[in-house]
């Protein structure tokens, strides 16, 4: 106990925000550190951004159970799931590992058995509690590389140590009994949960989303948005709440969100009742990593326009993240309820319901995502759809009808040359 003040002097520097730093090729050789997220982006991906990427099992250092592991990993995936890249469903992921047997180390044989030539690894290096009285640590590290299944590439990798201090210097009884108190309190399983998701979400969000552009790299600065200047006369007209949307939309697709945010609260401030300004401002918080704060306003967007697909979808998201299955399900079910096509309600539907041990509920909503998805023209998602009901099918479930049903569909229009 006599180097308790070292130790919670060093807690109380470590308590900063980290700083997201480009430490070059090797990023996740070095021990994560918690002062900042390091990571690389190889040349490779920007050469050729990867459409799909599988997040493998995740090896665990002396001390971590695999169990513990896995929650790294889940949350990991849940992550990266929302960004534009297609991704393969844990289960399947572990599926194809256990056929493979002994070739599962072997990269080319992983990628084609999964039909993803992108493979996501990681190492826990951290997962637990630390408790000495007046002072309490909860950490969770872990160190990822994202590597090419056909030649072992590296495209990107990164490190990170999200921990969560409790307690402080006690300089009288009092301050020993908060000191106390504080800790214990951060020894809930609450904060253990919280230091994953921070991991998670703070690495992750080192890895560009396609889906949007290039300026989602975080190595390089946004592209400055350039708004026309207003016109000498006649006089500019007073900002109008549906005019910082428009702006706000703009700084969003140039990866703005702090300037996105005060857009909409501008326009929030002009006219409250406007469901897309709410919606854009939960947007912007989940990109700002405040998912807690966006569930209001994805609530009050509803509230005001209950029947937009979009905004069930975010707040199916936001509570599925948040492991809250039922109501994301509930979520999803008003959303295909509003709009029989929405293929992204479809499809998570069924990822919840599989996880929860439903696979034929999930089987229906699978077949109910590739429907959509050939409804809307987004072919590469119904082939998606498609596998996972084929990999139901494998599991026992008669599937034969809805297999053949999608399968034909897709063959049509590539016969046609409709699907890309």
């Known amino acids: 106990m006599r180097h308790l003040p070292a130790i919670l002097a060093a807690a109380m520097l470590a308590a900063c925000a980290p700083v997201t730093i480009d430490a070059g090729r090797g990023a996740a050789e070095a021990p994560p550190e918690q002062s900042e997220v390091a990571f690389h982006l190889d040349d490779a991906y920007r050469a050729a951004p990867p459409d799909c990427v599988a997040v493998m099992p995740f090896a665990g250092a002396e001390g971590v159970a695999p169990d513990d592991a896995e929650r790294v990993r889940r949350a990991v995936f849940a992550h990266l799931a929302p960004q534009g890249k297609r991704d393969v469903e844990l289960q399947r992921v572990d599926t194809v590992l256990a056929r493979l047997g002994e070739r599962r180390s072997e990269l080319a044989a992983v990628a084609e058995g999964l039909r993803c030539g992108t493979l996501l690894r990681g190492r826990v290096s951290e997962y637990g509690h630390q408790f000495y009285g007046v002072y309490s640590r909860v950490a969770v590290g872990a160190s990822l590389t994202m590597v090419r299944g056909a030649d072992g590439a590296v495209l990107w990798e990164g490190r990170h140590l999200a921990a969560s201090h409790g307690g402080s210097l006690p300089l009288s009884p009092i301050g020993l009994a908060m000191g106390m108190l504080d800790a214990a309190h951060n020894m809930e399983e609450e904060q253990l949960l919280r230091s994953t998701d921070d991991l998670a979400r ?36 007073p900002p109008t709440a549906a005019g910082h949307v428009a702006t706000a939309e703009q700084l969003m697709a140039a990866g703005d969100w702090s300037a996105a945010l005060a857009e909409v609260e501008a326009a929030i401030t002009l006219d409250g009742k406007l469901a897309e300004a709410h919606f854009l401002r939960a947007r912007a918080l989940i990109k700002l990593g405040e998912p ?34 039922e109501r994301a399900l509930a979520a999803y079910h008003m959303a295909i309820d509003a709009d029989p096509a929405d293929g992204f309600a479809w499809y998570n539907s069924g990822v919840l319901l599989l996880d929860q041990g439903d696979a034929a509920g999930a089987a229906d909503a699978f077949y109910g995502a590739g429907l959509a998805y050939l409804k809307r023209g987004n072919f590469g998602q119904a082939g998606k759809a498609l596998a996972d009901l084929r990999e139901l ?28």
């Open 202 to 237: 703070r690495l992750v969000a080192t890895i560009p989303d396609d889906r949007i552009a290039s300026l989602d790299d975080p190595a390089a600065p946004p592209s400055p948005v350039t708004l026309a200047p207003p016109p000498p006369l006649p006089p500019v007209p």
């Open 292 to 325: 807690v704060k966006a569930e209001p306003a994805i609530l009050t967007a509803i509230a005001l326009d209950g029947t937009n697909p979009r905004y069930l979808d975010a707040l199916g998201y936001l509570n599925s993240t948040a492991g809250r299955t």
């Open 393 to 420: 099918s494998g599991q026992g479930l008669p599937l034969s009808t809805e297999i053949d049903t999608l399968a034909g569909a897709l063959e049509r229009l590539a016969a046609k040359g409709g699907s890309p």
